[in-house]
């Protein structure tokens, strides 16, 4: 089963999160959803598809996907995933052993998941070993507001659709303080601030964030792989800190762990070099005492990876699901949590094919 062609595909869904347009992605106004498919088609007829990770990058892993990636995986045996992350990785590193490289690998990476799932007719889940949960608990990851009056209202939102846990992407007192003073005590409320600070002002604001009892603390620190600056964050504020969602591959993260900076590992299956490399992540994690969360703040076929990874690896917590709400996606009716859970795909590989017409309707022109 050869790999004859290798496809990215870039879709945009229009996408709310109940705020004004910010900067928090990037310069331009975040009205739309990307999301980054890879199609990977082999010679016995099997089709899967892959995400990688996209948002404000999507046209740079595209041409990494058509360009690097796919040269040197077309004739391949598609059974082979190891072999050929493997090969990726190491034909491919004085390109970048982080960022777009890493993302179009990973995206191609899952693709060739799903080719073995649909080939061996069994979910992706069971293919890595089992399925310990057929529902996964979600935290609904709020977007960034600003003002402590739409974080609080968007709280009570969540909390009325069912999620047990609320996550803040906010960086001040105010606005924790709001979220706390709506989602009562004892409820699973997270913080996480995308990397603004040195090690010294993060500490300042870890200890401000302690009244609130913050789950985790997310990425306090620039740049996120100093891993010093945040064990001394860490050890020094008695705050529980979670990173990972910037690193690349299984060795930044035994780094990261040695260093003793975190408490909970978030790897993203569609940037850290896809699923194989997640499972070395969890290995590591377990290994080192720390949690899983992974990232996963998109809704394509790295959201199904991400569920079929948590369902077949004991002791991995919430997932990540974006308080957003997108106009549609890939991953039909498993985007949608129940209770503020998510049922985890029973068909073979990912569970869900993206449907023609949404191709046909999304995909990006330019
Ligand atoms: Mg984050």
Not at 72 to 101: E, K, M, N, P
Not at 238 to 266: K, L, P, W
Request: proline letters at 7%; hydrophobic letters at 45%; one cysteine or more.
């Amino acid at each position: 089963m050869i790999i004859e062609r290798v496809e990215a595909i870039i879709l945009d869904f229009p996408f709310q999160y109940g705020a004004n347009s910010t900067d928090f992605i990037g310069p331009a106004p975040w009205r739309h959803l990307s999301t980054l498919l890879v199609r990977v088609e082999t010679s016995a007829g099997v089709t899967g598809w892959g995400e990688a990770f996209s948002y404000a990058c999507a046209e740079a892993v595209k041409a990494a996907l058509e360009h690097m990636v796919a040269p040197s995986v077309i004739g391949r045996d598609a059974a082979d995933i190891a072999g050929i992350a493997r090969h990726c990785q190491q034909s491919l590193h004085l390109f970048g052993r982080y960022g777009i490289t890493l993302f179009a690998i990973s995206g191609l990476e899952i693709a060739l998941w799903d080719i073995a799932g649909k080939v061996a007719g069994q979910p992706l889940h069971k293919l890595l070993g089992g399925a310990s949960r057929e529902r996964i608990p979600a935290y609904a990851s709020l977007l960034r507001y600003g003002d402590p009056e739409w974080v609080a209202e968007h709280c009570k939102s969540a909390q009325d659709a069912g999620y047990a846990a609320v996550k803040l992407h906010e960086t001040t007192e105010p606005a924790v303080r709001a979220a706390r003073e709506t989602l009562g005590d004892g409820v699973p409320l997270m913080i996480d601030v995308n990397c603004p600070w040195r090690p010294q002002e993060a500490l300042a604001m870890a200890r401000a964030f302690k009244a609130y009892e913050p789950t985790w603390l997310e990425e306090p620190v620039f740049p996120p792989e100093d891993h010093v600056g945040l064990a001394r964050v860490r050890h020094q504020s008695g705050v529980s800190i979670a990173a990972g969602e910037n690193h690349c591959t299984s060795f930044q993260f035994r780094d990261m762990f040695a260093a003793g900076a975190v408490d909970y590992a978030q790897p993203s299956v569609t940037k850290v070099g896809g699923i194989g490399e997640l499972m070395k992540v969890a290995i590591l994690a377990e290994a080192a005492a720390v949690s899983l969360m992974p990232h996963s703040p998109y809704f394509g076929p790295g959201w199904l990876a991400t569920l079929h990874l948590m369902a077949a690896i004991p002791g991995s917590g919430y997932i990540e699901r974006f308080y957003g709400t997108v106009e549609a996606s890939t991953s039909g009716p498993w985007i949608a949590p129940q209770n503020g859970a998510l049922a985890v795909p029973t068909g073979a590989g990912l569970g869900h094919d993206p449907e023609p017409e949404l191709l046909r309707e999304y995909q990006r022109r330019t």
